[in-house]
């Protein structure tokens, strides 16, 4: 009889399993979408066409999932293997015969949506590899959570929320924007799911990671009563102290003094390319043959490159000038603390992935 597995990988497997089934699913829907035969986006008179913004969205959820599913670990793979996707998906529209066409600006829209998607991938991940402290506590909250189905039901429920609440806005936004209702409804649906998963998912791993530290848990598999600066003696992941520290809080002043450099470069940098890249003169005739929606797609995805650089920047500094944070211990009450803890033994590996 085989040994059962141990309850770190065993939670890490089943997270992984889950984010590669979701995103298994939202590329199918993507391909058959872009391959349906004679699909064409209706145009409001005077207005783009409106497919295009389709697209950055598009590539800006499929990168996200794609990296959480764990298929690749170098953001420099992932964004070659999302070029050969984009390519893959309009050659192939224009190979089939589905009466669909390979369009350049659909391509450029993919590309703006991956390039989005890896800056927000790059600034809101560790600042250390392999995570150390409370980046490692994030990362095994974030994985013990998605190894539950239950937890999954839930995200599901909020992202359905959030659809509900953005396809209504969007579509009354339709007119000004010139883009037609139904596909203005598609994008607000898109965008509000993602936004009410995200939402959903950040309020369950900060609650995970509550519960982590007054039970003093091992971020690998949940195990609670870990020995500080011992291995935990359920799946043996080696614990430190400052895997617990609760971090010290920042005043808003620090927050704003840390924040300024990178937004004042980023903002400059935004604003250099913005001005230069169309006077220059291989440049200018490819921008100006580009269709109205898909140069808004490209500006969104440099909004978010220079974003997610300045938002990484801006967590470096907030790391620096924080202490460290400090160990939770039994009279700590900012973040719940461990009073009136039992300490319950090590767990089964069952009971540590569906706890």
């Not at 995103?23 to 391909?31: C, K, N, P, Q």
């Not at 170098?74 to 996707?85: D, K, N, Q, V």
Request: proline share 6%; net charge positive; glycine share 10%.
């Amino acid at each position: 009889m085989a040994a059962d597995p141990s309850p770190r990988l065993a939670a890490t497997a089943a997270a992984t399993r889950h984010w590669r089934l979701l995103a298994s699913l939202a590329i199918v829907v993507y391909l058959v979408g872009s391959h349906w035969p004679r699909l064409r986006f209706p145009e409001v008179a005077g207005g783009p066409s409106s497919d295009k913004i389709v697209h950055f969205f598009s590539f800006l959820i499929l990168t996200t999932l794609v990296w959480r599913a764990r298929w690749f670990t170098r953001l420099w793979s992932l964004f070659a293997a999302g070029l050969a996707f984009a390519a893959f998906d309009e050659f192939t529209q224009a190979i089939l015969p589905i009466e669909r066409f390979f369009n350049l600006d659909d391509l450029v829209g993919d590309f703006a949506g991956l390039c989005a998607a890896l800056a927000v991938i790059h600034g809101t991940a560790p600042l250390t590899s392999p995570p150390r402290g409370v980046a490692r506590l994030r990362q095994g909250a974030s994985a013990l959570l998605a190894a539950r189905l239950m937890n999954w039901a839930q995200l599901a429920v909020a992202a359905a929320l959030g659809a509900a609440v953005g396809v209504p806005l969007a579509v009354m936004g339709a007119g000004a924007a010139r883009i037609d209702p139904l596909v203005m409804g598609l994008i607000g649906g898109g965008v509000g799911a993602a936004a009410g998963g995200f939402l959903a998912l950040e309020l369950g791993v900060r609650a995970r990671i509550r519960t982590l530290r007054e039970h003093r848990g091992c971020p690998a598999c949940g195990a609670a009563s870990a020995p500080v600066g011992r291995a935990c003696a359920c799946c043996g992941e080696p614990l430190e102290a400052t895997i617990w520290a609760v971090p010290d809080r920042i005043r808003f002043a620090g927050v704003v003094a840390a924040s300024a450099v990178p937004l004042a470069i980023a903002a400059l940098g935004l604003g250099l390319a913005v001005a230069v890249l169309p006077r220059l003169p291989g440049l200018a005739f490819a921008i100006e043959s580009l269709e109205p929606i898909t140069r808004m797609a490209v500006l969104a995805g440099g909004v978010v490159v220079a974003g997610g650089l300045a938002l990484r920047s801006i967590r470096a500094r907030l790391q620096q000038r924080s202490s460290g944070g400090r160990v939770a211990d039994a009279s700590d009450t900012r973040d719940g603390g461990l009073a009136s803890v039992a300490a319950p033994s090590a767990s089964s590996p069952r009971e540590v992935v569906e706890r």
